[in-house]
């Protein structure tokens, strides 16, 4: 929870997006080790301190994908294409920027894979056991 105030923080400033690439991925590292002492400070070294260094990577993890995500529709709102979007989060492909981050192409996929789910055959007959195909082969011997 500490670092969705450290990003809110960085983005209210305008700080990270006046830095270089390399000066940007160091501050995150630096926000990273500060986050994951505070996770496991009090805690001795062990089990209970690598889990909870674990919960703080993943609540980590999912607050990065809510800022990109947010990010990403703020970018798009201001007229930045997709091949921009995808260059921006690591030079993915303007297809896998809209894929990742459009929620009209999530609906898209959504319809669609309910629609092939729905047209695919449903067996008819159960499906016969390990056990009961054991008896029908000692009837045919």
């Known amino acids: 929870m ?49 889990l909870a260094e674990l919960r703080f990577a993943d609540s980590l993890r999912r607050s990065a994908e809510r800022l990109s995500q947010r990010s990403a529709e703020a970018a798009r709102m201001q007229g930045a294409s997709w091949r921009e979007i995808g260059e921006a989060v690591g030079g993915i492909t303007p297809q896998g920027a809209e894929h990742r981050f459009s929620a009209a192409a999530k609906e898209r996929r959504s319809k669609a894979s309910k629609a092939e789910w729905a047209s695919k055959e449903r067996r008819s007959t159960p499906r016969v056991g390990p056990s009961e195909n054991r008896s029908h ?3 045919r011997a």
């Open 2 to 50: 500490v670092v969705n105030t450290w990003l809110i923080i960085e983005r209210g400033s305008g700080y990270a997006a006046s830095m270089p690439s390399a000066d940007i991925e160091s501050h995150a590292d630096d926000v990273i080790q500060t986050g994951c002492l505070e996770a496991v400070r009090g805690m001795p070294a062990g089990r209970d301190a690598t």
């Open 137 to 139: 082969e000692s009837e």
